[in-house]
């Protein structure tokens, strides 16, 4: 989530970057961060962080750069 360019992810992208894990694992988790208020769905499979903020946070903490 936070590595991506985009404010929103779909499906695709998370398939794509979490290939090691299966589509259940990562509904699952999808699931467990929507209920915990840290993301939310923006419709047709597309998602968020609640809090933009948070996304700049973690991108920080994980040295994570857009270049």
């Not at 360019?5 to 998370?14: A, I």
């Not at 993301?39 to 991108?59: A, K, N």
């Amino acid at each position: 989530f936070a590595a991506s360019r985009y404010e929103t992810v779909n499906m695709p992208y998370l398939r794509k970057t979490l290939h090691h894990r299966s589509e259940r694992e990562i509904f699952g988790t999808l699931g467990g961060l929507e209920e915990s208020g840290i993301i939310e769905r923006q419709g047709s499979g597309r998602y968020r962080f609640r809090d933009p903020l948070f996304r700049v946070y973690l991108r920080w903490v994980f040295g994570i750069d857009d270049h």
